[in-house]
């Protein structure tokens, strides 16, 4: 299957750009190995050249069926192991097939992989998803919904001539992802493609309307408690860490210093790390990398308190580390307070010595004191559905499309 998939990828790329344009990626990938810049831009630059944001293409809806069931276009970059963003997307898609409507899936991917080389795996990790999955690059059938779900799908999303109206499901305020400059206004400019958005938590609606005139409802986050709960028996050692080198939002450079100098004042509190394989930071440190779900619940089982930083919008896990009773300690900083807004989360400064007090507390403290708060904290997300997530959406297209309740 992988060796298939680069056959696919090359023929893709000399299609695209002809042998000139394949030497240039081997040339890229060697500059890369030396330390330069040879990373393939996210974005397909003929879909921005396209995108004339100035000049929106007119809204056209296909009619609506006497059983109200709509049909959804859904426009993602192919999905990676372990990606909540992926994950939340297939949530709300599975909840709209589970309420009788249809959906189909779009990938765009700038590498020159095809939707057949990337279907078994979506398959594998999505097994609730029964939707068709195609190349946006082909063209997309008309739907009455269109979503982009990530700032480079906007661009195919406002430029295809497939009839739906448009919409944006933003997980994060996007332009943060890159230093002030050419990616982060390309991300921006998305903002202003006219698309109705559905939004992570209700931070990004007000930043959006406020910063882009941007329409936008959001939704809270779920919690899977079904997954994400306390185990019985389970002994308590250490403290945990979301480590995530390949996402700078997830600031883990301040988040090891953090840890570093928590170690030093409790050597004896064993530290978890997981995300990505980080390597060894000594005695007392397990890297676990990449894991399931299931095997994460062990881990939160096992931790006081779990260190979990964003810079941008806050991530699935402070809500998963409540639900196994591990005390969150995130950052102090607007988005991360409203989108969680639970009693129970620690925050601090993004200072290595504030966030290590702040961990240190929680570990610190009486064994059936830390027990109580551990039950009250698991207790705090029990009604976090994303059913719940899945019907707001529902009822947003339904309002935004004129059609009657099922």
């Not at 060697?30 to 293409?57: I, K, N």
């Not at 297939?90 to 990938?107: I, K, P, S």
């Not at 899977?224 to 945990?240: F, H, K, N, P, S």
């Amino acid at each position: 299957m992988s060796v298939r998939r680069r056959v696919h990828q090359v023929a893709n790329i000399v299609r695209d750009g002809g042998l000139r344009g394949l030497g240039a990626r081997a040339l890229g990938r060697v500059a890369a190995r030396l330390g330069g810049d040879g990373e393939v831009f996210p974005v397909r630059l003929e879909d921005v050249r396209a995108a004339d944001v100035t000049r929106r293409p007119p809204v056209v809806v296909p009619p609506m069926p006497p059983d109200g069931r709509l049909t959804v276009n859904w426009v993602c970059t192919p999905p990676s192991p372990g990606s909540g963003g992926h994950t939340t997307m297939f949530r709300l898609v599975e909840h709209l097939e589970a309420a009788g409507h249809t959906c189909r899936l779009y990938l765009y991917d700038v590498y020159g992989s095809r939707a057949a080389d990337h279907e078994p795996g979506i398959r594998a990790a999505y097994p609730g998803f029964r939707g068709e999955i195609h190349d946006v690059t082909g063209g997309m059938a008309d739907a009455h919904a269109v979503f982009a779900t990530a700032w480079m799908t906007a661009y195919p999303v406002f430029n295809d001539p497939c009839a739906g109206k448009r919409f944006y499901l933003v997980q994060d305020y996007e332009p943060w992802f890159f230093p002030r400059g050419g990616l982060s206004a390309l991300a921006e400019n998305t903002y202003r493609m006219g698309f109705h958005g559905f939004t992570a938590g209700r931070f990004l609606a007000g930043k959006l309307h406020d910063d882009a005139g941007m329409a936008a409802d959001s939704f809270d986050f779920g919690c899977d408690t079904t997954r994400y709960r306390l185990l019985d028996g389970a002994r308590r050692d250490g403290v945990v860490f979301y480590a995530r080198r390949l996402a700078p939002r997830r600031a883990i450079e301040v988040g090891l210093l953090a840890l570093e100098v928590f170690t030093r004042e409790h050597p004896e509190v064993v530290v978890h790390t997981y995300g990505e394989k980080i390597g060894s930071l000594g005695n007392g440190h397990i890297d676990h990398g990449l894991v399931t779900p299931d095997e994460l619940n062990r881990i939160y089982n096992r931790c006081y308190a779990g260190l979990s930083l964003s810079m941008t919008n806050v991530s699935l896990v402070p809500h998963e580390m409540l639900a196994a009773g591990c005390i969150p300690v995130v950052n102090e900083a607007e988005h991360n307070k409203i989108v969680l807004d639970n009693e129970f989360v620690r925050y601090a400064p993004a200072t290595p010595h504030e966030l290590a007090r702040a961990m240190a507390n929680v570990v610190t403290m009486k064994p059936q004191d830390f027990d109580a708060l551990a039950t009250k904290a698991a207790g705090s997300v029990t009604g976090r559905s994303w059913d719940d997530a899945g019907r707001e959406l529902d009822r947003l297209l339904r309002r935004e499309l004129g059609t009657p309740e099922a």
